[in-house]
Nanobody, 115 residues
Framework: QVQLVESGGGLVQPGGSLRLSCEASGGIFSGYVMGWYRQAPGKQRELVATITGGGVTNYRDSVKGRFTISRDNAKNTVYLQMNSLQPEDTAVYYC?????????WGQGTQVTVSS
């Protein structure tokens, strides 16, 4: 059974940094697209960043230059380094692994940016 476990969320002041991790078990995901999404209260879930098996990345405009997505295929893990965090980045962050007709989600980790 495939399981995605996220970690690294928390409370941070504006301008601070956090690093999210998402480790998958129960399969091999080197060819999958890995991504991070977020959902703020009262809003729809939105794409934050994705990375292909070949390392091609894609970011939503509001996080470009602040967030960096990376992956370690040997560890079945995707990371999201978040710098210069702002209150509008507050949300539950979900990791996603997609490929070969599969679509897996993590349970979500809360990120709160507040002074």
């Amino acid at each position: 059974q495939v399981q995605l476990v996220e970690s690294g969320g928390g409370l941070v002041q504006p301008g601070g940094s956090l690093r999210l991790s998402c480790e998958a078990s129960g399969g091999i995901f080197s060819g999958y697209v890995m991504g991070w999404y977020r959902q703020a209260p009262g809003k729809q879930r939105e794409l934050v960043a994705t990375i292909t098996g070949g390392g091609v990345t894609n970011y939503r405009d509001s996080v470009k230059g602040r967030f960096t997505i990376s992956r370690d295929n040997a560890k079945n893990t995707v990371y999201l380094q978040m710098n210069s965090l702002q209150p509008e980045d507050t949300a539950v962050y979900y990791c996603n692994f997609r490929g070969r007709g599969d679509n897996y989600w993590g349970q979500g980790t809360q990120v709160t940016v507040s002074s």
